[in-house]
């Protein structure tokens, strides 16, 4: 479909309103393939591609410490220690 789009005229570069390109349209969906086959074209968002490892990061950590019956202040220490270990550069 990517393909189909490049070669009707679409602009792979354009950004919406809200600034985010293809790829980061891709990103959200999940779409690992699209995001392969744009970034291959050198459209990236790492910005985006940053916020939603941390994210994964993030709800790893909380469902680790819910899982484990973490309460207060030893579920926090371990969310922290979790999350530091876990982030993205």
């Given at each position: 479909m990517?393909?189909?789009?490049?070669?009707?005229?679409?602009?792979?570069?354009?950004?919406?309103?809200l600034?985010?390109?293809?790829?980061?349209?891709?990103?959200?969906?999940?779409?690992?393939?699209?995001?392969?086959?744009?970034?291959?074209?050198?459209?990236g968002?790492p910005?985006?591609?940053?916020?939603?490892m941390?994210?994964?990061?993030?709800?790893?950590?909380?469902?680790?410490?819910?899982?484990?019956?973490?309460?207060?202040k030893?579920?926090?220490?371990?969310?922290?220690?979790?999350?530091?270990?876990?982030?993205p550069?």
């Amino acid at each position: 479909m990517l393909q189909l789009l490049l070669r009707r005229g679409a602009r792979l570069h354009e950004v919406d309103g809200l600034g985010d390109n293809a790829t980061a349209y891709a990103l959200r969906a999940d779409r690992q393939p699209n995001v392969a086959y744009l970034k291959g074209l050198g459209l990236g968002s790492p910005d985006l591609e940053r916020q939603i490892m941390s994210d994964k990061v993030a709800r790893k950590c909380l469902e680790e410490g819910t899982r484990r019956g973490l309460k207060d202040k030893a579920y926090d220490r371990f969310f922290a220690a979790c999350y530091e270990a876990g982030k993205p550069n």
